[in-house]
């Protein structure tokens, strides 16, 4: 405990203590005057953390919270530029920039390693939740909320706006319907019965007044949870918030408490529906799930319990509730959720790819099983794997591109908000491991099934079901509604719709003054690190094997990599390398079943995963280099057992065990769809990058949509073709299973690399010695050492060529629309500065242009050092409109005109989404790419100094090669049936995106 921290007198001591899983002193303060609660995380994390949260239970599903949490970010007091969270976006350092609605609370975050612009994004956050823009300027609510919009008399009425068509993107997918009516059927009479984002539906009953009351009702210190994380000055910051915002305000009482939910007396059964655009979508696709409420967040060994409980029964590979319903053949996939971020938590088994039918037979196999379970009690290694796989991450600490300091906050909220007394017991989680190890032999874990998944009322159960021309039913009685409302109109009223729309447009257009502007703080130049960070490669060869070793601080964790090179992979089994990284480590192996392996990588290590990775030669997507990457993380002393089961998982997989690979491939084509459905403007733009690039049509085969057809065929006609699946799986995995393949890559702290390398190159041994006397794959002699077979790139280049311009319909209400384009092939260069206007584009141009004024949620643009890029657009209520938006870049690149100021801000942003703080594995994964694909740190250093030193006519220059990505007549677009086929002349071929 710093002892010397002093808390400012404005502040009630309430705790302090030391937490030692975080390295962190720990005080929850409030704040005298304005009752505001406020914990402290201070540690010598350089990551700093600040969030405001708010309690904010909504009534209704208008979407007034998340309405609000757009529109507060809409300027404020004493930053009143229009936009200061994208000004932000665009000229600071942040490591992290958001802001989140929940069921029941909206959190605004912000996290810098800079201390002058963590000061900067504070104050902004501040200012823009106590004191916003929203009472001055109702075109904020229009523009994010929703508005009616009417160009001329004559135009048909619409509604746009931000959120509602955000809405109408998150309505369009199954899951997401699916999870808003588990919430609706477990709490109907409490917040969490209603959707906070907002339903299509009844966005357009919120009054502005009620938005505004909204604000006012909750938007007080007197409801705001305060958090501060990492390396700072305590005593200033706390000075600072209190001085600037805390003290003019008096606690004042705030209604928002979370009212519980009463238990049912007995399950409730619920039937709804979602839709599909085509009938061979009706077949085989409803959703049966079993929902039941777990009790209280507040429980903190509950909290933690049902976390292991769940992964034991659901989401382990070998998940043995999983497991049962999968092989009883009630679904094709069957997934587990666990919800213990509300007060009253709940879990969920889901099975998807069923029928209604079936409801009793999947309440038979659950109850069944459940029972089984506890009468003979679950398998101890499982329990304890599970917890081990929990407190690995735990202790890691590990949460990819999320500052650790945000992810701990956002857990503290779990139980804070629901009691100020407890914001830290679900981040002091080792005395609970400890306590729920020794519950194993207690039959702690079966009681929990007992009283919540077996004998608990407070349950539902919810058969989701497709309907076809649902979303064109629901679109008529929308247009039919509008059209109604506009006939009630008098010519005077439709008179000032229309100058209503044309004041918005004109509010939209105009800029903020450059005297606003130059509030919103900004860095100079030279606060910025001039140098990128270094590379971390040590290369040798140990035992006859390459070896890459990344000698970072890893907190005694080992992150090991085997590499293996695919480019040996004829054309024809380019698909199977992705199904490889799905199946291994999911079969049964010649030692153990796949439960069994599972629960041994769990107990051994922080998990074992495959997967596959396409690099390309830096200024070249003609030259690419495809990996199967085995990766596994693991401390130190449990090196042997770990790579013993990489070599288990790799080389004794039952590859011929067709039932359990139906049941994989089955669920890899739910899984396949649900990614589509949810990242649609991925798929458009891997899709239309599969056009102009080699490294994109390998991606297609390997993971994209050709290779969604590929699963999707072997489903369909498993049994005909089961044999030809098991043959090329085993004869692939023999191609790509050879020590020429191989590199290892480690992740470690410094130590002897030939120490680390020992344990695998043992149980390497025999399985490379057996791979050596099967006879050379053909044609290796004439492919270049890591590249592709020269027959696979011309097969490549063939399946590029023809239909350029697509388009994917859904059963969805709105469009990803993507474009993109070879412009080293136009004869440009990749320039540093292309990184300038990445962030230009991004937050300005298509961010005025598709969501500002188009009312799309996202849009965004990228541009690779292979000399390709694109254009996309995210949940976009436009089609044709936005290609145009495209278009005008040319010009609007070509003709750019800003002031020094201006072009800063846009470089510190450039630099901002480079200098991201990186974990020990990231350092590991940074470096590796950078060995494979040739990159120098010259070259680094030398686009680092064109990006610093971009400039007005810097940009200008780039225009050609925005021209060359908008004008290749590449196109793709997922997207609504109705848009596309009032669209269709656009495009070479239009089909459905699933069930084609």
């Known amino acids: 405990m710093n002892l010397t921290t002093k808390i400012p007198e404005a502040y009630t001591v309430l705790e302090k203590s030391y937490i030692e899983e975080l390295k962190s002193d720990a005080w929850l303060l409030k704040h005298k005057k304005s009752g505001a609660r406020i914990a402290l995380l201070s540690n010598d994390d350089d990551n700093k953390v600040f969030h405001v949260a708010f309690r904010t239970p909504p009534t209704d599903s208008t979407g007034v919270a998340h309405i609000l949490e757009h529109s507060v970010l809409c300027g404020s007091e004493k930053f009143p530029v229009k936009d200061p969270f994208v000004e932000l976006v665009k000229g600071s350092l942040n490591t992290f920039l958001n802001a989140m609605t929940y069921s029941d609370k909206t959190v605004y975050p912000v996290a810098s390693c800079n201390d002058a612009d963590f000061q900067n994004l504070m104050n902004v956050y501040l200012d823009a939740v ?22 001329s008399v004559d135009s048909p009425l619409k509604y746009n706006g931000v959120v509602y068509n955000e809405m109408k993107g998150a309505f369009s997918s199954p899951e997401q319907v699916l999870f808003r009516k588990i919430t609706q059927t477990l709490y109907p009479d409490t917040t969490y019965g209603v959707e906070s984002g907002g339903d299509p539906a009844n966005i357009p009953d919120l009054t502005y007044e009620q938005f505004l009351d909204f604000h006012r009702n909750y938007y007080h210190p007197s409801n705001a949870w305060i958090y501060l994380y990492g390396n700072m000055d305590v005593t200033e910051k706390l000075a600072f918030i209190d001085e600037n915002y805390l003290k003019d305000y008096d606690a004042i009482s705030v209604d928002s408490a979370i009212e519980y939910q009463p238990a049912f007396q007995e399950m409730r059964e619920v039937r709804s529906t979602f839709a599909v655009s085509d009938d061979s979508e009706l077949k085989e696709n409803t959703y049966l799930s079993y929902n039941a409420v777990i009790g209280t967040s507040l429980d903190r060994k509950l909290y933690l319990a049902m976390q292991i409980l769940e992964y034991v029964l659901m989401s382990s590979p070998g998940a043995v509730l999983k497991k049962a319903l999968l092989e009883s053949g009630v679904g094709r996939d069957v997934f587990g959720e666990l919800d213990n971020g509300i007060l009253q938590p709940y879990m969920c088994i889901i099975v998807k790819n069923s029928e209604a039918s079936k409801k009793e037979e999947f309440l038979r196999i659950l109850r069944e099983t459940l029972e089984d379970l506890v009468k003979n009690g679950i398998q101890r290694k499982s329990l304890m794997a599970a917890i081990n796989y929990y407190e690995f991450k735990y202790r890691e600490g590990d949460f990819g591109r999320y500052p650790a300091g945000l992810m701990y906050g956002l857990q503290m909220m779990d139980s804070w908000l629901y009691d100020e007394t407890r914001p830290f017991i679900h981040i002091q989680a080792s005395d609970t491991f400890e306590a729920l190890k020794a519950e194993i032999e207690n039959g702690y874990f079966e009681q929990l099934i007992r009283t919540y998944l077996l004998d608990n009322h407070h349950s539902s159960l919810l058969i989701l079901a497709p309907e076809k021309g649902l979303t064109e039913a629901k679109e008529a009685e929308v247009e039919k509604a509008l059209a109604a409302y506009k006939a009630s109109l008098t010519a005077e009223e439709l008179e000032n719709l229309v100058q209503q729309t044309k004041r918005l447009k004109k509010y939209q257009e105009e800029p903020s003054s450059p005297e606003d502007l130059e509030k919103i703080p900004i860095l100079e130049i030279k606060d910025i690190e001039p140098d990128p960070q270094p590379f971390c490669n040590q290369y040798r060869e140990i035992g006859g094997y390459p070896v890459l070793y990344h000698p970072v601080e890893s907190r005694g964790i080992v992150y090991a990599k085997w590499v293996f090179d695919t480019g040996c992979v004829p054309f024809l089994k380019i698909p199977y390398i992705g199904l490889l990284a799905s199946v291994l480590g999911n079969l049964d192996t010649k030692q153990r079943n796949y439960t069994e392996l599972a629960d041994e990588i769990n107990i051994h290590t922080g998990g074992i995963r495959v997967g596959t990775s396409i690099y390309t030669e830096q200024g070249c997507h003609s030259t690419l280099y495809p990996k199967m990457e085995v990766s596994m993380k693991v401390l130190q002393p449990k090196l042997e057992e770990g790579a013993r089961l990489m070599t288990e998982l790799l080389t004794e997989s ?43 049509i390998y991606k297609e085969y390997e993971e994209g949509l050709s290779y969604y057809r590929f699963i999707e065929n072997l489903n369909k006609n498993f049994e005909d073709l089961k044999e030809e699946i098991v043959s090329n799986l085993k004869e692939t995995l023999d191609i790509i299973l050879r020590k020429e393949n191989l590199l290892m890559d480690i992740t470690a702290s410094e130590t002897s690399v030939e120490m680390l390398t020992e344990p695998m190159l043992k149980a390497l041994e025999k399985p490379m010695a057996e791979a050596s006397l099967r006879p050379e794959p053909e044609g290796q002699e004439s492919r270049k050492k890591g590249e592709i077979l020269p027959c696979v790139k011309s097969a490549l280049r063939q399946a590029m060529q023809g239909v350029q311009r697509e388009a994917y319909t859904t059963a969805g209400m709105v469009q990803y629309d993507a474009c993109a384009g070879d412009f080293a092939r136009a004869g440009y260069s990749y320039h540093g500065a292309l990184n300038v206007l990445k962030v230009l584009m991004n937050y300005d141009y298509l961010w005025i242009r598709l969501r500002v004024q188009g009312g799309a949620y996202g849009c965004m643009c990228g541009f690779s050092p292979n000399g390709t890029g694109y254009f996309t657009s995210y949940r976009d209520p436009n089609l044709k409109e936005t290609y145009d938006v495209y278009e005008e870049a040319v010009d609007y690149v070509k003709n750019y005109a800003a002031d020094e100021r201006t072009i800063r801000k846009f470089i510190i942003g450039a630099v901002s989404g480079i200098d991201v703080p990186l974990s020990a594995a990231d350092k590991g994964a940074r470096s590796l790419g950078a060995w494979l694909t040739h990159t120098t740190y010259a070259q680094l250093k030398k686009r680092r100094d064109e990006m610093l030193g971009t400039d007005v006519e810097t940009i200008r220059s780039l225009y050609g090669i925005v021209d060359a990505i908008v004008h290749s007549g590449i196109r793709c677009v997922v997207g609504s049936q109705a848009k596309i086929q009032e669209n269709k002349d656009m495009f070479q071929k239009v089909e459905p995106l699933t069930g084609a």
Not at 130 to 151: A, R, S, T
Not at 657 to 684: F, Y
């Open 654 to 696: 039952c590859l011929e065990d067709t039932r359990r690979l139906k049941e994989i491939i089955g669920q890899l084509k739910s899984r396949l769809e649900m990614m589509m459905n949810g990242s649609g403007h991925m798929v458009a733009v891997n899709r239309a990058n599969s056009f102009q690039s080699l490294a994109g």
């Open 130 to 151: 106590f004191h916003p823009n929203i009472y001055q300027f109702k075109e904020i609510f229009m523009q994010e909320g929703w508005h009616y919009e009417l160009e």
